[in-house]
């Protein structure tokens, strides 16, 4: 068993050193960004989410809408800062761990159709616009009137107290 | 050890299913990673799917004379999943066992589900699932990478590893979250054909591989609540029954209930389950054993050192699984991942069983997804 033993013991060693040795990524201070928009498709009945319906829905926990229809989630394509930052701002995880996530789901049999990758805003809009199930995001001063804005605990996204506005650590259109 | 032997017939279809999967599989699996193509509406003609495989290399050592330490391939599973239309979607997964000293690679069909989604409150299934028993079972299948510990907790083994539970069954299912809830409250529910028991021996077993050896169906039954104020957090319990015929004797009426409580975050597993099994003859004394697991794990940056309590206590006189023993496992390990998709882990086990007091064992292995 020495050698069991030793090896252990050296994986355990190399793994505190890797830890140790992580170096540390300063926190960037970004200006805030504008708050983040909720789109659907025009002919949704649905005006308004709570948060915890929001991180729901993102989640792939719930995937169909009151109304029966299936729910698409849209986000940016992978890489791309908007979509490490929608994922962090509505499920409260990195994009790694929302990927975890969602293969942990679809590992179990729980969801039928993942996430939709969307390379650009214009793209975003075009997607919602055309699939009557489909959820995405853009910044708020990029809504078109080809969606609809859905409010989330009651609000738009110009209210002060609306949940997804940027704190000063988002990445907003200024830095696309 | 209850060590069934090979399965030609399940194999023999597993290998055609597997090469077929694979056959449909590929030119849409292009089509669905594409991002590009996400810009447009939504398609409408093939079937978008998703494959993955999840594989292991494992290296193990004990302290029994008689088992030398060896570097090992564990389970290959090719997992396909494809989303027929908006409600309807197929899912497979096919495990590869591959040995270290030759090529020779047996496969089964570990699952295979078609799945009707009525609403989040009403998912139907009809194919050879993992039951609902418990948490771990339904949570944690084939391909190891999800799992934070080297293996099952002894309890969930799957049947070919000595396991005591019906882990696979072939039924339907239903499940989906108890409407009014804010989908907190989540149901399952499970009738199936039950655990063949057959002689492993038995010459006719491949010839009725996949039937009821009786018209009793198994039932499952489990509710659980995730609040939606505790992330992460769950609580449930299942109740399962069968009827099991054991030769030209009678019917065992065989029952199992379990209870959980989880939490489980990208940084932070906490898990205990606790299953109690009863067995009984008519005009005989049921013998009731029990299982169960404590499991925690924490995550600092891309290292997770983790500990777990496995403890199954098997009456020998308990009809079918009394000779699959009793044992106790202390498990301490620490588990990195360099990379997105990639885990490496090692642990060492102090086991307690009928047969040794104290032995020790180190395993490492590691885990990849692609």
């Known amino acids: 068993m020495r050698t069991p033993r030793l090896l252990l013991l050296v994986l355990l060693m190399s793994a505190a050193a890797l830890t140790a040795a992580a170096p540390l990524v300063a926190q960037q201070v970004v200006a805030p960004g504008p708050p983040l928009a909720i789109i659907v498709h025009r002919s949704n009945p649905v005006d308004n989410l709570t948060f915890g319906e929001l991180r729901r829905i993102f989640m792939l926990d719930t995937q169909t809408w009151p109304h029966g229809r299936k729910i698409t989630v849209v986000l940016r394509d992978h890489g791309q800062p908007e979509r490490a930052d929608a994922i962090r701002m509505v499920c409260g995880l990195s994009e790694s761990d929302y990927e975890k996530h969602i293969l942990f789901r679809t590992f179990q049999g729980n969801v039928n159709i993942g996430p939709r990758a969307i390379q650009s805003v214009a793209g975003m809009l075009n997607f919602v616009s055309s699939a009557p199930g489909a959820i995405g995001y853009v910044n708020a001063d990029e809504t078109d009137g080809a969606v609809k804005l859905l409010r989330i605990d009651g609000m738009l996204p110009d209210d002060p107290r609306y949940p997804l506005r940027r704190r000063g650590r988002g990445r907003g259109a200024a830095e696309r | ?69 060896s570097f090992g391939l564990g389970q290959f599973s090719l997992f396909v999943t494809a989303a027929l239309n908006e409600r309807v979607s197929v899912l497979a997964e096919v495990v590869m066992e591959g040995s270290g000293a030759n090529t020779r690679v047996v496969t089964d069909l570990e699952r295979l589900q078609l799945t009707y989604r009525l609403d989040d409150h009403l998912n139907l299934s009809a194919g050879r699932y993992h039951t609902g028993i418990g948490y771990y079972n339904a949570a944690f299948h084939h391909g190891s990478y999800f799992e934070v510990p080297i293996g099952r907790p002894r309890i969930f083994a799957f049947e070919d590893e000595g396991g005591v539970l019906p882990v696979h069954e072939v039924g339907l299912s239903a499940r989906g979250a108890v409407p009014k809830t804010a989908s907190a409250l989540r149901y399952v529910a499970e009738v199936g054909n039950g655990r063949r028991w057959t002689d492993v021996d038995d010459a006719d077993e491949d010839r009725d591989e996949g039937r009821d050896q009786n018209g009793a169906k198994s039932t499952n039954v489990g509710l659980a609540l995730r609040p939606e104020r505790w992330r992460g957090a769950e609580i449930g319990a299942s109740f399962y029954r069968d009827q099991i015929p054991v030769g030209t004797q009678p019917t065992i009426t065989h029952q199992i209930a379990a209870a959980y409580g989880v939490y489980r975050t990208p940084s932070t597993e906490i898990m205990a389950e606790w299953l109690q099994l009863s067995h009984r003859l008519p005009a005989s004394t049921q013998s009731t054993n029990r299982g169960g697991y404590l499991q925690a794990s924490r ?31 202390h498990l301490v390990g620490i588990r990195l991942d360099p990379a997105d998709w990639i885990g490496l882990k090692a642990q060492y086990e102090r086991l307690h069983d009928d047969h040794v007091t104290g032995s020790d064992a180190v395993h490492v292995q590691l885990v990849f997804v692609f």
């Open chain 2, 299 to 329: 995550a600092f940056g891309k290292v997770r050192p983790y500990y777990r309590y496995d403890r199954l206590d098997i009456k020998p006189e308990t009809p079918l699984i009394g000779s699959f023993g009793s044992s106790t496992v």
């Open chain 2, 1 to 69: 050890m209850h060590r069934p032997g090979p399965r030609p017939a399940c194999r023999a279809l597993a290998a055609t299913l597997l090469t077929a999967l694979v056959a449909v599989a590929t030119p849409p699996a292009v089509f669905a990673q594409t991002g590009d193509q996400h810009d447009m509406p939504v398609p409408s003609t093939p079937p978008e799917v998703v494959i993955h495989a999840f594989g292991s290399v494992d290296w193990a050592a004990t302290d029994q004379h008689d088992t030398p330490q």
